[in-house]
């Protein structure tokens, strides 16, 4: 009897339709971001200050993944921009299938940035590429220090590391540089940003390195 690794077949099939999406992606010249993290990091919070500052300049989509409820994608489509909840059920991670489904009647070209926020967990979305350009990874302030060294994987995979919430640090025994250096240790190429979406701290460079990754991909803005 034939032996068949389901996991495998799954991850297969999620990977060449992540290429496709990839290479759409490339073709429109727009620019994806996938957020993963823990429930409650501060992704939607991340998402709304994002697209406050750059909506103006640039066409946004975002796609926001819960197990249940559209109540992310209302808060983050009052701010004027299109974003779609995709409720996975059961499921800890979205797949490229999905962001392909919400994708297929819109034409990438008509967005310059899309962002894609993951179902909160640090397991099964470091498995399942979507056809980003960068994995960002969020680590709250009061998550512990040595979240990153917990789960390795999801450090591996992600390009960016975005620490949240640094107005608590009066309040927990939490250090970031400490999370930073963890992370470091793991995949010491990453870019990392120290953020609160509460006091503005750190936002300016996040935004302003998302700008530069913008032109990098399409040099030319548009402006509505």
Known sequence: ??????????LSENEKIAIANRERFAEAGTFVLNLVSSPGSGKTRLIEETVKALKDDYRIFVVTGDLMTENDAERIGRHGVEAVQISTGEACHLDARMVDEKLLKRKAS?????????????????????????????VAVGEGD?????????????????ITKTDLMPYTDSDPDVIEENALRIKPDMTVF???????????QWIDWLRSQLTAKKPKPHKP
Do not use: H, W
């Open 1 to 10: 009897m034939k032996k068949v690794d389901l996991r495998q077949k799954v």
């Open 110 to 138: 008509a967005y310059d940035l899309i962002v894609i926020e993951n179902v909160g967990n640090l397991v099964c979305p470091a498995s399942f590429d979507l056809g980003e350009d960068l994995k960002v990874l969020l």
């Open 146 to 162: 040595d979240k990153p060294v917990k789960y390795p994987p999801m450090v591996r995979a992600s390009e960016v590391l975005v």
């Open 194 to 204: 120290k953020t609160s979406s509460k006091t503005g701290e750190g936002l300016e």
